[in-house]
């Protein structure tokens, strides 16, 4: 009825719901020897990267061991150091017939019983384009496949969602009379700030309403007797702490 109605809500900003993107490498499992060339595919799920346009990504590995010297396949790649590279559709990112997204190549310099690693690290997913929000791949597990979560979604949000914490530095240390203590907060949100004594008892304790991004406080210490104390704040998303030094 009227009394218990709810009007319409209106959305003012849109969000991309987050969802999985698997990327794993798939090698050539030939034995490798001196001169020859390795062949290392970047492979995904079709109806994974049906909004990717850019998939920007590093491969870290032994320089002494092998050597990337060209990409193929059915999207454009570009690097410059042979370890960071971006992959580029036309203009979606296609999948091979094997679900391969790229393919590169590498000179093989092994010497006999000499190995090396291949580390997926560092990949961001439509990173030129400001309606995707900045979407980052993070690694969920390790081993032989690599599973990734694009995060999508506006930043305040993706931060709170993933458990950012608070990142604090607090100066003079040693201090006299007042410390200073500079916060950057992931969103806004309530925190409670606590000194505490080298054996853990609190000397003083209060709340503060932080706002996203850069705070800063100050806390009187001309009371305190001189020796270590830990500030600490804890927030929603957990806590943070550092220690400092009273002096006289």
């Known amino acids: 009825d009227a009394d218990n109605s709810i009007s ?3 959305f003012t900003k849109s969000y991309i719901f987050p969802h999985p993107v698997h990327l ?3 090698a050539d499992k ?28 590093a491969i870290n590995y032994s320089t002494d061991l092998l050597g990337y010297f060209k990409s193929s396949g059915t999207n454009s790649v570009s690097s410059s150091d042979g370890k960071s590279f971006t992959i580029t559709g036309s203009p979606l990112i296609s999948l091979g017939s094997d679900s391969s997204i790229a393919e590169c190549n590498f000179n093989v310099y092994l010497t006999k019983d000499s190995t090396t690693s291949l580390i997926l690290k560092n990949i961001s997913l439509n990173s030129n384009d400001p309606k ?12 032989t496949d690599f599973l990734y979560l694009n995060a999508c979604s506006d930043r305040s949000i993706r931060n709170f969602m993933l458990g950012k914490p608070i990142e604090m530095t607090i100066h003079p240390n040693p201090v006299q009379d007042e410390i200073e203590i500079d916060l950057q907060s992931p969103v806004s949100q309530d925190a409670t700030v606590e000194i505490l004594d080298a054996l853990g008892a609190q000397i003083l304790s209060g709340s503060e309403s932080l ?6 406080m100050h806390l009187d210490t001309k009371n305190l ?3 270590m104390y830990v500030v600490r704040i804890t927030s929603p998303n957990g806590h943070v702490s ?7």
């Open 8 to 10: 319409p809500i209106t």
């Open 24 to 26: 794993w490498l798939d």
């Open 30 to 57: 030939t034995p490798l020897t001196s001169q020859s060339v390795w062949k290392v595919k970047l492979k995904g799920l079709p109806n994974e990267v049906r909004d990717l346009r850019t998939i920007d990504l």
């Open 132 to 143: 995707f929000m900045g979407c980052v791949a993070y690694p969920l597990s390790s081993g």
């Open 211 to 216: 706002a996203s991004g850069s705070n800063k």
């Open 225 to 227: 007797a001189g020796g």
């Open 242 to 248: 550092q220690n400092f030094v009273k002096v006289k």
